[in-house]
């Protein structure tokens, strides 16, 4: 059988909180990146077989080379390292003269590349070349992190032929760039059926936040944007799609999470998780194929104890259970609740969308009452966050504390290390790229920690499902 074809964030087996990255995101010249002893998607599924590429946006650190995505279970990697850059030159600055090219072919600079193609269009030939010279009968695994959608707003001219009467320009260029999207995925679908993998593939689309309204994203009617924990913020859309699939078209209401994709990906693969494994996420294929109740009951966004703490929050509003101060979100059942500054929080309706952009006066806002630190939703009931219960409620505000609090006690501390002044592509042939190495004399961290870990002799989780599938993920932004 052919492998799935998955395409899914490699970071995605835990929690926040328990990677250390609960923190905003690992910025070019942090000396930061995704924990080494974590164990990536990849990586478990090569252990099986399968042959594994990535085609897009790392954004998971890159500071030493034991970071880069062919150290991390990648077989190959086309694409860039950092989180955003021109769609057409491939340079990122992130503050003056500090600047650098930002394509790799796996481990280099790709720079027989720099030939101003828009990497939406880049990329997908690249998955085309992977499909074509791969065999189909082999299980692969094609992580495609497409750039767009996601600032800078551009695209190629004629993809604006179609919007002409959105007079926001940031939002004309947004739907251009997602019209070539949507061209991109089709082409690599049709890729999937030319070169015999389509029929034993699954393709997951997924995205990684909600959108940016200043930047012509729009999240109406659901609550705030991209960065804060407002549904608006952190609800996203995503689809599975596979011939394997037993309920076709349907819709699935139940809770999943990103890090579920880690465990159900592996176990539909037939690979092994070790029992000693702490996962934060749940097998969840038969929710989505079958349409079964989902086994998660709860869902941690994140607890984020560096943020802008909240003026007003404190212990006893948090009824001596937490620090309503701190920044976090969680989800149990149809409850939701958010304490501190849980970021920027208007309603913004399609019709603010005029020349000049999003205003406050087009927006929708509510006042709440002065100090407010904690908010609880019927999310079930009222997923646009309008009708705060935590007054009504008091007795369900403890019980989602204290689960807070006890997310919280298996926190590990957050790394947000300061710029490296070394991180300068100017030291490093103008190439954004790892600058970290270690005095020979320390003795440097085993690269294949994690694979070395899962193949020692331990009790295994293993599927009775047959392997060799392809998995496809898309994901954008």
């Known amino acids: 059988m052919a492998g799935h074809d998955i395409k899914i964030r490699a970071r995605d087996l835990m929690y926040q909180i328990h990677t250390g990255l609960q923190h905003s995101v690992i ?63 491939h340079y990122k600055c992130d503050s003056p003269r500090m600047c650098g090219y930002d394509l790799y072919e796996n481990d280099s600079a790709a720079w027989e590349h720099d030939n101003g193609m828009y990497s939406t269009q880049m990329y997908t030939q690249r998955v085309q070349q992977i499909l074509a010279s791969h065999n189909p009968r082999k299980p692969i695994f094609l992580y495609i992190a497409y750039q767009a959608v996601h600032s800078p707003l551009q695209a190629p001219g004629k993809y604006y032929e179609h919007y002409r009467s959105i007079n926001n320009i940031n939002r004309r260029r947004y739907a251009a760039m997602l019209a070539c999207l949507d061209e991109a995925i089709h082409n690599v679908t049709f890729a999937l059926k030319k070169y015999g993998y389509y029929n034993n593939s699954v ?29 608006g913020g952190i609800r996203a859309v995503g689809f599975v799609h596979s011939p394997l699939l037993k309920n076709k078209g349907s819709v699935c209401k139940g809770l999943i999470h990103i890090t579920d994709w880690f465990p159900t990906l592996i176990t539909l693969a037939e690979g092994q998780i070790d029992e000693d494994t702490q996962l934060d996420g749940y097998d969840v294929w038969e929710t989505i194929s079958e349409g079964r109740r989902s086994p998660r009951v709860d869902i941690l966004h994140n607890i984020d104890p560096i943020y802008t703490k909240a003026k007003n929050g404190s212990w006893a509003a948090g009824f001596g259970i937490w620090n309503t101060a701190i920044q976090s979100a969680i989800r149990v059942n149809h409850w939701k609740l958010l304490t501190g500054n849980p970021g920027y929080s208007d309603w913004v309706p399609p019709q603010s969308f005029s020349n000049v952009g999003p205003s406050r006066w087009h927006n929708e806002r509510v006042s709440w009452t002065a100090g407010k630190t904690v908010w609880l939703f019927n999310i079930t009931a009222d997923p646009y966050e309008r009708v705060d219960l935590s007054s009504k409620y008091p007795e369900v505000v403890k019980q989602l504390l204290r689960r807070l609090s006890q997310f919280n006690k298996t926190a ?66």
């Open 27 to 89: 910025r070019p010249t942090q000396p930061n990146c995704l924990p080494l002893d974590n164990a990536t998607l990849p990586q478990k599924l090569k252990e099986v077989g399968y042959s594994t590429h990535m085609v897009g946006k790392w954004h998971l650190g890159f500071y030493r080379r034991e970071c880069m995505p062919t150290q991390r279970g990648f077989d190959s990697f086309f694409g860039s390292l950092l989180g955003s850059g021109d769609y057409y030159t």
């Open 412 to 477: 590990v501390p957050v790394r947000y290390p300061p710029k490296d002044p070394r991180s300068n592509p100017n030291f490093n042939g103008g190439v954004w790229g790892p600058w970290f190495h270690e005095d020979e004399r320390k003795k440097k961290p085993n690269k294949n920690k994690a694979e070395n870990k899962q193949k020692q002799n331990k009790t295994k989780k293993k599927s009775n499902r047959k392997k060799g599938h392809s998995i496809d993920c898309l994901v954008g932004g």
């Open 203 to 231: 393709i997951i689309y997924s995205s990684d936040n909600g959108g940016q309204p200043t930047a012509g994203g729009n999240n109406w009617p659901l609550r705030g944007s991209k960065g804060s924990y407002w549904e």
